[in-house]
Structure formats: C-alpha cells, structure tokens
C-alpha cells in the first residue's frame, strides 16, 4: 500500500511559478505510475500530468503543456509538479495519485492511491 501526502500550494499571481511535491510511503515506490490531478470549485477532478515508473515516459493535458513540468525521484520517493506561467483557471485543489503499473494511465478510475490534495490559488 501507498500513502501519498502533497505540499507545496499557495497563493499566487498569474505569471508566478509554483512547485508542488508528492512524499510517497513503501518500498516499491519505483515500481508505480504516478500523476497529478486537479479539482476546482464544483468540477470534476481532471488529468494534469502523469510519469511513467521510471520517468521515461510523460504526458500532459493540452492545456499545461509547455508550462508544467513532471518529474520524480525513485530514490527520495517523491514525484513534483513544477508549475510555471500559472493562470487564474489553474486555480484548484491538486492532488497526487499512484497506480502500480508499467503504463502511464491518465484517468481518474485508473488511479488506486491519492493524496489529501493541497490547494492552488492564481489570482489575475
């Protein structure tokens, strides 16, 4: 089993960069799919980003591309968000998820593990 735990959100102004963080518990860290997830104000929680087990493998939602970044430390087991260029419709609750799988899935039903979520705000 997996306990993710995120930090890293705030308050921010449009244009600012933020770096969000996954803390992940267990041994097999290197052996899950991880992504991040996002969920505002009376929406769905949608697909940000996800990487693969060992990192080559990235993919994300058309609208961060460009301006967010992945990534992961098998040996700190910890997977980031490097957000840049933010945008007040990237405010939402950002959560964190794992999956033990070679693949790199990018919807929420795939995702067996999440976070508590850590909050985002961008203000124009």
């Known amino acids: 089993q997996v306990q993710l735990v995120e930090s890293g959100g705030g308050l921010v102004q449009a244009g600012d960069s933020l770096r969000l963080t996954c803390a992940a518990s267990g041994r097999t860290f290197s052996r899950y799919a991880m992504g991040w997830f996002r969920q505002a104000p009376g929406k769905e929680r949608d697909f940000v980003a996800a990487?693969?087990?060992?990192?080559?493998?990235?993919y994300y939602t058309d609208s961060v591309k460009g301006r967010f970044t992945i990534s992961r430390d098998n040996v700190k087991n910890t997977v980031y968000l490097q957000m840049s260029s933010l945008k007040p419709e990237d405010t939402a609750v950002y959560y964190c998820?794992?999956?033990?799988?070679?693949?790199?899935?990018?919807?929420?039903?795939?995702?067996?593990?999440w976070g508590q979520g850590t909050q985002v705000t961008v203000s124009s």
């Open positions: 990487i693969n087990w060992s990192g080559s493998m990235r």
């Open positions: 998820a794992a999956v033990y799988s070679l693949l790199t899935p990018q919807r929420v039903s795939e995702y067996d593990y």
